[in-house]
């Protein structure tokens, strides 16, 4: 009748079970060692050369709370502990454990009411069956957990409800039924809580984080291009507590220079002025165009370096030249072209002596048949991603550093650095990621 409730207490409940497999890659693994899953340190490691040094896919319960590791964390990241026990993946025994505890469950409900939700999870209903096996669903889940461990070695954790989200939102190792007015209660004292106390740093991140910051990576780079898990502001806070060995960078205040008038009408700069570069090469949508500039010693030092960016990637090489005559930039040139020929298609430079004298220019356009411009000058800002490389060269050669003695093979150390940092302008990738990537692409193209 129109105005009259229904009385929902006389409707049939359910019953449902979410039955999830605790760490369960990691102890299918621990019980085919013959140990116990829950005391077990062992991880699940992917194959190196599929991830790039492995990945974690899965980690004990135990190592978890040891070693704090955690799935997708990189094997580099992972502490070392002597009784760590890393193992490759196996799906197919995976697959065949999934079945034979599943099979279990088929015992308990029929076949048309078990969802194998995930290889480690499953949801039964047993409205019509539970009684069958014992006086409450509590103590017929719990027959299922003992049973399921007794055969296989498992161990599960059984949410109960009278809806599948009521069972996902229970499922723990205790077994209780959900209760709302006690689930508001816990929330508000969580929230209450949660703005008075600080989520505490853990030794094995403050030390990941320290090593990062040794690499004189950023705050931010820490935070967005690898793994650690905590936000910027977060790692900012933990720095100004004094928990990370972070010291705030220190700029160059440059004093404004007055430049004198420069010769600009030469048939050189016209022919190759900046202005002809193509819109790809200005948009950067295109792979192998540089960008060419020299990081200098003090004025009695004629030794330099020659520093060499691909627009596009923002991957720096850095070239020691013995001076700034033709036949050592020339010399710094023929070093650079041996490695990376195949990734050149254009070179910017500025007007310095040492790249507008015509023994350079031949060099490129005619002995590696590639592109050359110049910018005009006194314009730094129209080659701005490698003036913003030197300076991060200068983090590593200040001001002053005499290139004389420098040997290449640390030179190529300090770029290295450089370019194993993420960048935000690259997605937070790294500018030799990107680089192998788009190498492998031209050398594919040409093959």
């Known amino acids: 009748m129109v105005g009259q409730s229904y009385n929902y207490q006389y409707e049939k409940q359910r019953v449902f079970f979410m039955i ?64 760590l026990i890393i193992v490759h993946p196996r799906m197919n025994l995976y697959i065949q454990e999934n079945l ?55 161990y599960l954790t059984v949410g109960i409800g009278d809806s599948p989200v009521l069972a996902k939102v229970t499922n723990n190792t205790a077994i209780f039924p959900y209760n709302a007015d006690w689930a508001q209660v816990q929330a508000e004292a969580r929230r209450r809580l949660a703005s008075r106390r600080k989520t505490k740093i853990t030794r094995h ?19 967005k291009g690898s793994r650690v898990p905590y936000s910027t502001n977060t790692l900012y806070n933990y720095a100004r507590d ?12 440059k004093k404004k220079r007055h430049y004198h008038g420069a010769t600009t009408d030469r048939a050189l700069f016209t022919i190759h002025h900046i202005s002809l570069r193509p819109k790809k090469v200005e948009e950067r949508t295109e792979f192998g165009h540089w960008e060419v500039d020299g990081v200098e010693g003090p004025r009695d030092s004629q030794a330099l370096l020659l520093t060499f960016l691909e627009r596009k990637t923002r991957f720096l090489v850095a070239v020691k030249a013995r001076s700034k ?6 010399e710094a040139m023929d070093f650079f072209f ?20 015509t023994t350079n220019v031949l060099t490129v356009t005619h002995q590696y048949h590639k592109k050359v411009y110049f910018t005009d000058a006194f314009a730094p800002w129209q080659r701005g991603s490698n003036e913003e490389r030197n300076r991060r060269i200068r983090d590593f050669y ?13 030179i190529n150390s300090a770029t290295k650095q450089i370019n194993d940092r993420p960048m935000r302008v690259l997605n937070w990738h790294t500018p030799t990621d990107k680089f192998n990537l788009l190498s492998k692409k031209t050398k594919t193209n040409k093959g």
């Open 242 to 253: 004094g928990y990370l060995k972070y010291r705030p960078k220190t700029y160059r205040i």
């Open 325 to 330: 005559t033709n036949k050592s930039i020339r």
């Open 398 to 410: 200040p001001k002053g550093t005499r290139f004389t003695t420098e040997l290449q093979v640390r």
């Open 338 to 357: 041996k490695f990376y020929s195949d990734q050149v298609k254009s070179m910017t430079f500025d007007r310095g002596n040492e790249f507008t004298n």
């Open 205 to 223: 991140w403050q030390n990941v984080i320290n090593d990062y910051l040794e690499r004189t990576w950023s705050l931010e780079q820490v935070a």
């Open 100 to 154: 034979r505890i599943n099979s279990i469950y088929r015992e308990y409900t029929t076949e048309e009411k078990l969802l194998a939700y995930s290889i480690d999870e499953s949801l039964l209903d047993v409205t019509d069956t539970w009684a069958f096996f014992g006086d409450s669903p509590e103590i017929v889940a719990r027959k299922i957990q003992e049973r399921v461990r007794k055969e296989t070695g498992i």
């Open 20 to 83: 999830d497999s605790k760490s369960f890659y990691a102890s299918v693994e621990s019980v085919e060692l013959g140990l116990n899953p829950l005391r077990s340190i062992l991880v699940v490691m992917s194959e190196q050369a599929n991830a790039n040094g492995g990945l974690v896919l899965a980690a004990s319960p135990m190592a978890k709370k040891k070693l704090e590791a955690s799935n997708i964390m990189r094997q580099r990241d992972l502490p070392r502990d002597k009784k």
